[in-house]
């Protein structure tokens, strides 16, 4: 008898267990879950970039930029619901496939799981012509916590100029994390709209794009905190997202190996072909290219980098948004996890003594770094890691002015390797490298575009500021 009950304790346990991906998948379909609709989502023709065009500028990165605002309205299970001044982001990238292959590829919903790491399932629930109802579930193994799950289900449709429509319609996030008390939200009626466009280049190649919206309002305590602390992450997920998306089809359809890595930051010069577009771009937001992998140092040299490089317009002439930039002892001001600056001047060099703290509920850290800081010309400035808990960190940044304006572009490239040096948390999600081989360049572009959305405002106040400070100076000068 007591072997039949412990039987019967072990399998309550394994059903509970099972039951959020359960719950998803038995889930009813409901009749708007399969009615047709209009994706509100831009194309890539939108932005006014022609695929042929930029096929051969991108060459083996991937491109990440915001599209002007607009008003659009999504289906819900109450009915249509209406969103203001949208900003959708697209992922671009180039791989060794005809379009119509690509197109067929991405439509198998069944082979996401063998596609894109970290989803183990992936189905198609229901169909009716051109609409489906798809169900998937992530696995994302959260160091020293615990496995985070996601099971959503989508409304797809396959459109009749070849593009795949995407929209949320309901699912559960959620991880069992003792000290925190769990971490669960509902996904029911969160708006989250994406496109899918496989454009050809010629036979061999084609682009591939994912355009992407969502505002999540995700109400669990972790969340909240976190969205609390940064803010910025609200921008951040929707560059991540597409990111997440494109990259994984690119390494798989790319059938170039990986290429001797860069071995100096990336800038306008490297980027020369994409400048235009970056350039024009930039009036919606962010833009952001992120460097394809790099092979293999020789054994005994340091680890190649890969580069992620964010460009961000302000709203001020160049040379004050560097001068603004380059005030170390102000850096504090932008940064809060900045607690202390130390700076040596040596001339066209700039020695940077760095203590970066880092605390959110249980997850507390801190980093120290010696970083030296070179001008390599007026508008560019270079730094490298010369010691501490990273094992490396290069990068540069560069400032220029824009043609028939009087605002400018900031240019930041980054690359990292975290190490053994680094602390604990660092070192755990590093490893998730098994599972994402670029998880090191999704934290750098996280990092990025979290110092862009607090450096970009910022600067344009104080740049306002010191114009103003400049026209009273003027006029007390004319009035003696």
């Known amino acids: 008898m007591k072997t039949i009950t412990r039987m019967l304790s072990l399998l309550a346990v394994l059903l509970v267990q099972a039951m959020p991906a359960w719950a998803a998948k038995a889930a009813p379909v409901q009749p708007w879950m399969m009615a047709d609709w209009n994706n509100p989502a831009p194309y890539l023709a939108d932005a006014g970039i022609s695929a042929r065009e930029l096929g051969p500028a991108i060459g083996r990165r991937v491109l990440m930029f915001p599209h002007a605002e607009r008003d659009i309205v999504i289906p819900s299970a109450k009915g249509p619901r209406s969103y203001p001044r949208a900003r959708f982001i697209s992922a671009v990238a180039r791989v060794d496939l005809p379009a119509a292959t690509l197109r067929r590829r991405l439509q198998d919903i069944a082979g996401y799981k063998n596609l894109f790491p970290l989803m183990p399932e992936s189905e198609v629930v229901s169909m009716d012509g051109p609409n489906q109802l798809a169900r998937f579930r992530i696995e994302v193994p959260l160091p020293a916590l615990a496995t ?11 459109e009749a100029d070849g593009s795949l429509s995407v929209l949320l319609v309901d699912g559960k996030a959620e991880s069992l994390i003792a000290m925190l008390g769990g971490m669960t939200d509902e996904l029911a009626d969160q708006p989250v709209v994406g496109r899918w466009e496989f454009l050809p280049l010629n036979e061999k190649q084609s682009l591939a794009v994912f355009t992407y919206w969502d505002r999540l309002e995700l109400k669990s305590f972790f969340a909240r905190k976190l969205l609390e602390a940064y803010p910025e992450l609200r921008v951040v997920n929707l560059y991540l997202f597409p990111m997440l998306a494109v990259e994984p089809v690119r390494r798989t359809f ?70 603004l930039a380059t005030q170390y002892e102000r850096l504090p001001e932008v940064l809060k996890e900045l607690d202390d600056v130390g700076v040596k001047e040596r001339g066209q060099q700039v020695d940077l003594d ?89 934290g750098s572009l996280i990092v990025q575009l979290v110092v862009m959305e607090r450096m970009k405002p910022w600067v344009e106040k104080n740049a306002a500021a010191a114009r103003v400070a400049g026209t009273n100076a003027k006029k007390e000068v004319v009035h003696e």
Not at 148 to 158: A, L, P
Not at 274 to 294: C, D, K, Q, T, W
Not at 384 to 405: D, F, K, M, N
């Open 354 to 442: 760095l203590t970066v703290k880092f605390a959110l509920l249980i997850i507390r850290f801190a980093i120290d770094l010696d970083v030296t800081n070179t001008w390599m010309a007026p508008n560019r400035l270079e730094f490298v890691r010369t010691a501490g808990e990273l094992a490396q960190l290069r990068g540069a940044s560069e400032w220029h002015g824009l043609p028939g304006s009087a605002d400018s572009l900031m240019l930041i490239s980054v690359a990292h390797e975290v190490g053994e040096e680094a602390p604990l948390v660092l070192r755990l999600v590093s490893r998730m490298s098994t599972h994402l081989p670029y998880i090191d360049q999704a």
């Open 148 to 158: 985070f799950t996601v099971d959503v289900r989508t409304k797809q449709r396959f």
């Open 254 to 323: 790319s059938t170039l190996p990986p290429q001797p890595g860069e071995t100096r930051p990336q800038g306008m010069q490297s980027l020369e072909r994409l400048r235009g577009l970056i350039e024009r771009l930039s009036a919606n937001g962010h833009v952001a290219v992120m460097e394809p992998e790099a092979a293999a140092a020789p054994a005994g040299k340091p680890k190649t980098l890969r580069y992620v490089s964010v460009a961000t317009r302000m709203g001020a002439p160049a040379a004050s948004v560097r001068t």
